[in-house]
Protein backbone atom coordinates (compact mmCIF):
# COMPACT_ATOMS: atom_id res chain seq x y z
CA UNK A 1 0.00 0.00 0.00
CA UNK A 2 2.65 2.68 0.87
CA UNK A 3 5.81 3.13 -0.86
CA UNK A 4 9.16 3.45 1.15
CA UNK A 5 9.39 6.07 4.01
CA UNK A 6 12.18 9.33 3.35
CA UNK A 7 13.23 11.49 5.76
CA UNK A 8 12.58 14.57 3.99
CA UNK A 9 15.89 16.49 5.94
CA UNK A 10 18.12 14.27 4.47
CA UNK A 11 16.85 14.04 1.00
CA UNK A 12 17.04 17.55 1.10
CA UNK A 13 20.35 17.57 2.04
CA UNK A 14 21.67 14.64 -0.03
CA UNK A 15 19.96 17.27 -3.43
CA UNK A 16 22.18 20.16 -1.85
CA UNK A 17 25.70 18.45 -1.33
CA UNK A 18 25.04 16.83 -5.04
CA UNK A 19 23.90 20.41 -6.26
CA UNK A 20 27.44 21.94 -4.50
CA UNK A 21 29.69 18.89 -6.14
CA UNK A 22 27.86 19.46 -9.80
CA UNK A 23 29.08 23.24 -9.25
CA UNK A 24 32.18 22.57 -7.62
CA UNK A 25 33.63 20.18 -10.56
CA UNK A 26 32.40 22.76 -13.05
CA UNK A 27 34.93 25.21 -10.85
CA UNK A 28 37.39 22.67 -11.61
CA UNK A 29 37.08 22.60 -14.82
CA UNK A 30 36.78 26.14 -15.48
CA UNK A 31 39.59 27.40 -13.09
CA UNK A 32 41.79 24.86 -11.58
CA UNK A 33 45.36 23.15 -12.81
CA UNK A 34 46.80 20.35 -11.88
CA UNK A 35 50.10 19.65 -10.05
CA UNK A 36 51.40 18.82 -12.69
CA UNK A 37 50.73 21.76 -14.78
CA UNK A 38 51.40 24.29 -11.84
CA UNK A 39 54.69 22.70 -11.43
CA UNK A 40 55.48 23.18 -15.18
CA UNK A 41 54.65 26.51 -15.15
CA UNK A 42 56.93 27.35 -11.74
CA UNK A 43 59.50 25.78 -13.19
CA UNK A 44 59.08 27.23 -16.51
CA UNK A 45 59.02 31.26 -15.12
CA UNK A 46 62.50 30.02 -12.99
CA UNK A 47 63.82 29.23 -16.45
CA UNK A 48 62.63 32.54 -17.38
CA UNK A 49 64.29 34.73 -14.71
CA UNK A 50 67.53 32.93 -14.39
CA UNK A 51 67.94 33.95 -18.57
CA UNK A 52 66.99 37.40 -17.94
CA UNK A 53 69.19 37.52 -14.72
CA UNK A 54 72.35 35.96 -17.24
CA UNK A 55 71.23 38.93 -19.83
CA UNK A 56 71.38 41.71 -17.22
CA UNK A 57 73.51 44.64 -17.54
CA UNK A 58 75.41 46.05 -15.05
CA UNK A 59 75.90 49.73 -14.39
CA UNK A 60 78.60 50.97 -13.26
CA UNK A 61 76.77 54.62 -12.38
CA UNK A 62 73.99 53.19 -9.92
CA UNK A 63 72.10 56.16 -9.08
Do not use: C, F, I
Not at 38 to 49: G, I, K, T, V
Request: proline share 2%.
Amino acid sequence: MAGEVVNLRQMRKAAERAAKEREAAANRAAHGRSKAQRQRDAESEQRRNALLDGARREDSEAP
